[in-house]
């Protein structure tokens, strides 16, 4: 109505992914009488196919989730450890793990989807792939930003002499460029999702199909072993939780680097957004200075220890943050790792939401790292890899630098919300280092100013990078940003849309009535399915 997206509410279950074939996947589950844990699994796997250059079963993530049978949140940690092999002497730049075989993480997504089905989905896992395998083997039509993601991608990995002929093979046929209704049929997925369904997740951790993506890394130079992938086990965690406003935020602890995000509110906590114009000048250079001090405050204590985790979030130092944030000075700081980096594009994960009649509720954010991960598809599996090891710290002189077994930090934040104890909201977003930043500032939009979720999700964000650069979304007024550039951002405006700020998917539960409302981002191809 009046040109936007109706609201989409449902008392029975509900899925807010980010490709309409994917919502729709994990609503069957739904109405066939599988919950959210189930459906989280066909969500997942759907999106394997339907945004390969996203996320798919060789990538890796985390889920939080509210099981209302226990009553408590949980965090089930899928990113397995750095490769013990890898050979991190060798590098001196994160950039020279961007592409190819030794930028290939172990495998993490299929182990983590085979768990939430284990402990507490209803069906089999095979049921939760079936949606997957059809996919996969009728094909699907390319929709706009599918299109713009291959053809973005096709020049830049055609460089890539010895991985390109297997990636054209199972995306492209050798097409220079797609079109719009473009069927990308996966033969060679289906097959490999039908041997998962029959033989269970061990077909990859510690099978056939584990060997065969060794031994193709072996082929092209990588340092993933068998035993790294035999090692993979899904761990169980409790959330980290801080405050904001009336609500419990829920999300990863360490070594995720989620901790930016809670920092990040819990600095806001200090501030009355009421008195502060929604988009202005005011509001945007508080969220703003709080978010890259936030940033800071992270890459300075990456995975820090509990007892140091707790002093970072404890409101002494939320205070010595917030005295920061209202001192004026210009702010100059990284947002990204321990040395400034450039701003080197987006990077390519998912979220999804999932909430079912039962009162359980999931929120996913997986991943591949860059579009097309590594750009290594094993050939006969239809798998891309990720690139995981990209996000890994090399540099020498770095006090985080990365050791072979180290845990792999990850900044996903996939967030749960809690008021007096009950779930009332899931979100979450891709970005890359981005997560950490736009999360805080759709719960601004959301709790502060009272938007309805959707318009939350819709209003403009910026993302922030290394120094003092910002790069908000053109539809914030001109005025405005022109008087954040006088008080030290270094304003660079995108587009009036840009995935660069993430594509957020989220769920809110009216805790009286039970009610869920879903949210989608526009940013990507985001869908709300009803159950």
Known sequence: MHGKRPTITSLHGL?????????????????SGGNAFDAAAATAAALNVVEPFMSGLAGLGYATCYIAAEQRVRVLDFVPPVPARLPVERFRRREDLQRGALSVGTPGNLAGWAELVRAYGKKPLGAALAPAIALARDGFALAEFGVAEFNEQIPLLRRWTALYEDWANTYTGGAASVALGHIVRQPELATTLEAIAADGWRHLYGGNLGEAIVA??????????????????????????????????????????????????RILDGFDFSSL?????????????????????????????????????????????????????????????WLPATAAGEHHTTSFSIGDREGNLVCITQSLGSPFGSGVVVPGTGLCLNNFLYWTDVNPLSPNRTRPGDPLPVCMAPSVSLHNGKPVLALGTPGSYGILQTQAQAMVQYLDYGLALQDAIEAPRARLWDGCLVEPEARLEASVLAALAKRGHKIETGGAWTMRVGGMQAIAIDAATGLMTGACDPRRDGYVATA
């Open 15 to 31: 899925v807010a992914a980010a490709h309409p074939l994917a919502a729709q996947a994990g609503a069957k589950l739904l109405s």
């Open 216 to 265: 193709h890394l072996r082929r092209l130079g990588g340092c993933l072993t068998l035993d790294d992938i035999k090692a993979v086990r899904p761990v169980w965690k409790e959330p980290l939780a801080a405050r904001y406003r009336d609500l419990s935020i829920n999300t990863l602890p360490p070594p995720s680097e989620a901790f930016q995000f809670l920092l990040t509110l």
């Open 277 to 337: 114009e929604r988009n202005g000048i005011e509001h945007l250079d508080t969220l703003w200075r709080a978010i890259r001090l936030a940033a800071g405050e992270r890459i300075a204590n990456n995975n820090p220890a509990p007892d140091r985790l707790a002093q970072i979030l404890s409101e002494r130092n939320a205070a010595r943050l917030r005295a920061r944030v209202k001192d004026g000075t210009a702010l100059i700081g990284p947002t990204e790792q």
